[in-house]
Antibody
Framework: EVQLVESGGGLIQPGGSLRLSCAASGFTVSSNYMSWVRQAPGKGLEWVSVIYSGGSTYYADSVKGRFTISRDNSKNTLYLQMNSLRAEDTAVYYC?????????????WGQGTLVTVSS | EIVLTQSPATLSLSPGERATLSCRASQSVSSYLAWYQQKPGQAPRLLIYDASNRATGIPARFSGSGSGTDFTLTISSLEPEDFAVYYCQQRSNWPLLYTFGQGTKLEIK
């Protein structure tokens, strides 16, 4: 059974750093494309970043230069290092597995972890 | 950047009725569009991919159609558990960007 479990969220001051983790089971993270998607309170979904199976990474303009996506193959875990956090980064952060059919979609999602950026 | 616009923002219907949700893309996305369902406090769930293919385990009352810029998610006969927020999504390759519509809230009338 495929499972994704996020952790690492919490309350952080503006300008601070936080690292989110997403532990996967039932499949191999390094063999898949994996994304982070966030949702601000009461708002819609916003894609944040993707890491390809080959290791290439891509980011939304809103987080480029501040966030870094990575993975630990030995732990089958995906990460999101978030630096220089701003109030507008406050959101539930989901990790999701990308799947390709003709297009690219998210077929499995974690339960999410809440990041609150506030002084 | 491709923008997805969903309508209506809110749809009020009763169980047993037919629901029709729309997603319009600012430029053609061919058939590369997905639909997700999200209930309060839960992660989104993939319903439809490639515009018209149901994801694993999705009931047959959910169907998708469309291509190019206009897409529709239809729920043929609403069940109580179908009241939720629905999002459409696409991915563009240049620049690489996944985008979501702003969502349609399907509420009980």
């Amino acid at each position: 059974e495929v499972q994704l479990v996020e952790s690492g969220g919490g309350l952080i001051q503006p300008g601070g750093s936080l690292r989110l983790s997403c532990a996967a089971s039932g499949f191999t993270v390094s063999s898949n494309y994996m994304s982070w998607v966030r949702q601000a309170p009461g708002k819609g979904l916003e894609w944040v970043s993707v890491i390809y199976s080959g290791g290439s990474t891509y980011y939304a303009d809103s987080v480029k230069g501040r966030f870094t996506i990575s993975r630990d193959n030995s732990k089958n875990t995906l990460y999101l290092q978030m630096n220089s956090l701003r109030a507008e980064d406050t959101a539930v952060y989901y990790c999701a597995r990308d799947r390709m059919s003709s297009g690219w979609y998210f077929d499995y999602w974690g339960q999410g972890t809440l990041v609150t950026v506030s002084s | 950047e491709i923008v997805l616009t969903q309508s209506p923002a809110t749809l009020s219907l009763s169980p047993g009725e037919r629901a029709t949700l729309s997603c319009r893309a600012s430029q053609s996305v061919s058939s590369y569009l997905a639909w997700y369902q999200q209930k309060p406090g839960q992660a989104p769930r993939l319903l439809i991919y490639d515009a018209s293919n149901r994801a694993t385990g999705i009931p047959a009352r959910f169907s998708g159609s469309g291509s190019g810029t206009d897409f529709t998610l239809t729920i043929s006969s609403l069940e109580p558990e179908d009241f939720a927020v629905y999002y459409c999504q696409q991915r563009s390759n240049w620049p690489l960007l996944y985008t979501f519509g702003q969502g349609t809230k399907l509420e009980i009338k």
